[in-house]
């Protein structure tokens, strides 16, 4: 199962939105609406932001969502903060077993 | 609350096997499945697995052909993830996550366990 395609970095100013995309296939992201993102600050285990492609935990600002078209899932980060500087992940349950993508380096210019 | 408290770092040498403990609290230990991740470092994250801690089933990826093991014991809610054969680019962090509630192995991970750092050197 290869990994899912995301950028490995991206960036936006205090109060913009930014938009992180998670691609994969039919057998995957396409396939299932099994799609979660955590948030990882470094030396920090990773949390749950959105699951279920579009479902947010509690607690979690609704600053964060999800989306999903086709192959890829979406995680957009609207009036960014400071402390959404992190590194955001998505996973995708995939035949039987679940694949995460690459990672992608938000930063808060 | 949920919570999942795991094992401390270790060093090992090459060769060696490594078992990495999870020990779950605040939920219904055997009704939720347990997943096995990894993060090298400064690298991503890896699934390794998952298990059913009501009937021990497991499902892993095929990549580590048969080094990686999952268990449990119910009577002490914990599980374990032990890995054969190390060599170094098994040095990572491996974090146990709660799955799902059963049946539904296809969900994601919610809670997360604070990680246990594996050092594999000669």
């Known amino acids: 199962q290869s990994a899912l395609t995301q950028p490995p970095s991206a960036s936006g100013s205090p109060g913009q939105s930014v938009t992180i995309s998670c691609t994969g296939t039919y057998s995957d992201v396409g396939g299932w609406n099994y799609v979660s993102w955590y948030q990882q600050h470094p030396g920090k285990a990773p949390k749950l932001i959105i699951y279920e492609v579009i479902k947010r935990p509690s607690g979690v600002p609704d600053r964060f969502s999800g989306s999903k078209s086709g192959n890829t899932a979406s995680l957009t980060v609207s009036g960014l903060q400071a402390e959404d500087e992190a590194d955001y992940y998505c996973?995708?349950?995939?035949?039987?077993?679940?694949?995460f993508g690459g990672g992608t380096k938000l930063t808060v210019l | 609350q949920v919570q999942l408290v795991q094992s401390g770092a270790e060093v090992k040498k090459p060769g060696a096997s490594v078992k990495v403990s999870c020990k779950a609290s605040g939920y219904t230990f055997t009704g939720y499945y347990i997943h096995w991740v990894r993060q090298a470092p400064g690298q991503g994250l890896e699934w390794l697995g998952r298990?059913?801690?009501?009937?021990?089933?497991?499902n892993d990826v095929q990549k580590f052909q048969g080094r990686v093991s999952m268990t449990r014991d119910t009577s002490i809610t914990t599980a374990y993830m032990e890995l054969t054969g190390l060599r170094s680019d098994d040095t990572a962090v491996y974090y146990c996550a709660r799955g799902g509630p059963l049946p539904y192995y296809y969900k994601n991970p919610d809670y997360w366990g604070q990680g246990a750092l594996v050092t594999v050197s000669s």
């Open positions: 996973i995708s349950y995939a035949s039987s077993n679940a694949v």
């Open positions: 298990i059913n801690p009501d009937s021990g089933g497991t």
